[in-house]
């Protein structure tokens, strides 16, 4: 199904206030780097806590599973906040709205960094969930309308994939600056991308205006259609199989019997896994159409994370399979969040703004749920415990989209 961005806000609603000049014509996948750039900054704010998990623990006199609710506390109030912001900032310019929210990213990081308790951390990761919803929906429904129809699963990959560049670069060297440096001096650096990022899209990014203003009731109106609510459940499912242990690498990792020398390079494998496995994706997703190929993603989770599972109950300690099981995790997770939005997009096209914003709503409910769930399973079973939970969960996504594959 093919449909023009022209005559549209970036939301998908007509408005016929605007001349057709001032409407962007279609543009190449290049037009679309700045915002990843965008999303490398948020990526690297959300996941580079779990390079230096412990460290954290530690300095705030807290447990490894409490430091890893930050994660939680992030998620969830992404998750709340994102159709409300996209609601009370509709008819901001977009270019505005982004530049924004890299600015309140990098204040919240500098916050994290000068956090002298606990419950400061907690509410300064609140305040990144601020910045962080802001951008990352609007950047993915910006994508897709400077390109043309034909390259919308990619364009979505690019944006995705300045978050699975964030994994690829920004959790190891959080990991490598957390050991030379310190926790709070990593996260300073953290907020200074963020800056950096906000000049980089000020500068870069082509001018669009707001979309008209949509109510929020209006917004979630678009959960009443068929396609839309069949689909935000398995993004849901999907982050919490594959996203819920995540920030609890590092322990996981210990569970394989990896010393701290080998962590960086087997979170740098992650990384590189997440992204070959967004960019395949949304290349298959283009040309397969997405079922097919969230099918084959699923099998590999599944198959990853149970081999994982074994590995960590059996005691085996082989450094080979540790770095073959990251690279796995990486791809595994991180091929599904273009094709869920490639599926929202086609259900509901002339609210693409909508749609993909309650799709990163459900993606954050996803890694909330499972990080809690996970921060319970590890102290109680160890690792196999919650990695075999993970497992479970991604065997019931495949069997989800198979009885939902039709609507």
Not at 317 to 337: D, E, I, R
Request: overall charge positive; proline content about 6%; hydrophobic content about 55%.
């Amino acid at each position: 199904m093919r449909t023009s961005a022209q005559g549209k806000g970036i939301s998908g609603v007509p408005d016929r206030s605007r001349t057709a000049a001032a409407e962007p014509a279609p543009r190449g996948l290049g037009a679309t780097l700045v915002l990843a750039l965008g999303t490398f900054a948020v990526g690297t704010d959300a996941f580079v806590v779990a390079g230096f998990l412990p460290a954290m623990a530690d300095s705030l006199n807290v447990s490894e599973g409490a430091a890893g609710q930050s994660a939680t506390v992030f998620a969830i109030a992404y998750a709340v906040l994102a159709p409300v912001l996209a609601t009370a900032a509709a008819r901001v310019p977009r270019r505005a709205l982004l530049v924004a929210a890299l600015v309140v990213l990098a204040l919240a990081n500098l916050g994290s960094a000068l956090a002298p308790s606990y419950p400061v951390l907690m509410a300064t990761r609140v305040l990144a969930a601020v910045g962080a919803a802001a951008f990352t929906p609007n950047a993915g429904a910006v994508a897709s309308a400077l390109v043309s129809p034909a390259q919308r699963a990619r364009a979505l990959a690019v944006v995705v994939g300045g978050l699975t560049v964030a994994t690829a670069l920004g959790v190891p060297l959080g990991n490598a600056a957390g050991r030379v440096l310190d926790w709070r001096v990593t996260l300073g650096l953290v907020a200074a991308l963020c800056a950096v990022c906000a000049v980089g899209v000020r500068l870069v990014m082509p001018a669009l205006s707001g979309a008209p203003h949509l109510a929020l009731r209006r917004r979630l109106a678009a959960l009443r259609r068929p396609g839309v609510v069949t689909v935000l459940p398995l993004s849901v499912l999907g982050l919490t199989a594959s996203y819920g242990l995540y920030a609890y690498t590092v322990p996981v990792l210990r569970a394989l019997g990896v010393g701290a020398s080998a962590e960086t390079w087997l979170l740098f494998l992650y990384g590189v896994g997440a992204v070959i496995g967004n960019l395949v994706a949304g290349a298959a997703g283009d040309r397969h159409g997405p079922v097919p190929v969230l099918a084959v993603g699923y099998v590999a989770l599944a198959v990853t994370l149970g081999v994982f599972t074994w590995a960590t109950a059996s005691g085996a300690h082989w450094p080979v399979l540790a770095g073959a099981l990251m690279l796995g995790w990486g791809m595994s997770t991180w091929f599904q969040t273009p094709l869920q939005q490639l599926r929202l997009i086609n259900a509901a096209p002339e609210e693409t703004a909508v749609v993909v914003g309650l799709n990163a709503s459900a993606l954050y409910a996803g890694i909330a749920l499972g990080t809690a769930l996970c921060g319970v399973l590890l102290p109680w079973g160890g690792a196999p415990a919650a990695l075999g939970t993970c497992t479970a969960l991604a065997v019931v996504c495949l069997v989800y989209l198979g009885a939902t594959r039709h609507r």
